[in-house]
């Protein structure tokens, strides 16, 4: 088992920046790939970013791609999530997710484990 535990969100204008952090405890967490997905009130949730073990390889949705940077701290056991010039369109519920092994994944199917999420708010 993987617990992951997300925070960071809250409620903030247009323009500003947020960064989101998520701590794994349980297993191995150099042994998952990590990805952030977020949902929006009535849509699925969707992929957002992941990197892999080493955090050398970075995948990103083409919708953040330019304003946030997902990374890692083996180390501490943790993945953040920067979020720079953050627009009303981000606003959602952030989930932290952990998939075992090398391979990244934007399929949420493929995540093996889940936070419990932290709400991000952006007003214009």
């Known amino acids: 088992q993987v617990q992951l535990t997300e925070s960071g969100g809250g409620l903030v204008q247009a323009g500003v920046s947020l960064r989101l952090s998520c701590a794994a405890s349980?297993?191995?967490?150099?042994?998952?790939?990590m990805g952030w997905f977020r949902q929006a009130p009535g849509k699925e949730r969707e992929f957002v970013a992941s990197?892999?073990?080493?955090?050398?390889?970075?995948y990103y949705a083409d919708s953040v791609k330019g304003r946030f940077t997902i990374s890692r701290d083996n180390a501490e056991n943790t993945v953040y999530l920067q979020m720079n010039n953050l627009k009303p369109e981000d606003t959602a519920v952030y989930y932290c997710a952990a998939k075992f092994g090398l391979k990244l994944s934007t399929t949420k199917d493929d995540y093996n484990y889940w936070g419990q999420g932290t709400q991000v708010t952006v007003s214009s």
């Open positions: 990197v892999s073990l080493n955090d050398r390889i970075t």
């Open positions: 349980g297993r191995t967490f150099s042994n998952y790939a």
